[in-house]
């Protein structure tokens, strides 16, 4: 992490997980969420969950636990809540590597009536799949 910032961290994160060593892969993808910034974090997320380690899933559920504590989460935004967008992206990866939907069906209804309405429609596209099965998504 000598070299680059978050943009660049960001930008290659899902190219890192699918190339270098998993020992490799997943401290500098923690490293990269540790340090960056809720709301700009989604690439890792979706990164980590792509090195499918056995841990991924637990690294996953603390992340979704600080990101769901953090303040602005629930805010109007003029386009889309990022905070919201990086709790959205966590749960779709969670979901990907098998966890038990009820465990974050009360984070999904709060994000389907989320006050911004673009959030609102990620949350019911990207999450659907999951939470009413009976919904068509394509």
Same mark, same amino acid.
């Given at each position: 992490m000598k070299n680059g910032d978050h943009i660049i961290w960001s930008t290659i994160a899902n190219k890192v997980a699918m190339t270098l060593p998993q020992s490799e892969t997943v401290p500098f993808? +923690?490293?990269?969420w540790l340090n960056g910034t809720i709301g700009h974090c989604a690439n890792y997320l979706q990164a980590l969950a792509l090195t499918k380690t056995p841990d991924a899933l637990n690294v996953l559920r603390d992340c979704f636990s600080q990101i769901w504590n953090t303040d602005g989460l629930l805010a109007d935004a003029v386009f889309c809540? *990022? !905070? =919201?967008?990086? =709790? !959205?992206?966590?749960i779709v990866q969670m979901m990907e590597l098998g966890e038990n939907p009820q465990s974050l069906r009360s984070a999904?209804?709060?994000? +389907?009536?989320?006050?911004?309405? *673009?959030? *609102?429609?990620? =949350? +019911? +596209?990207?999450?659907a799949e999951w939470f009413e099965p009976f919904f068509p998504t394509k």
């Open positions: 993808l +923690k490293l990269c809540n *990022r !905070i =919201a967008f990086d =709790a !959205i992206w966590c999904y209804e709060n994000l +389907k009536v989320h006050p911004s309405e *673009r959030t *609102r429609e990620y =949350a +019911k +596209k990207l999450l």
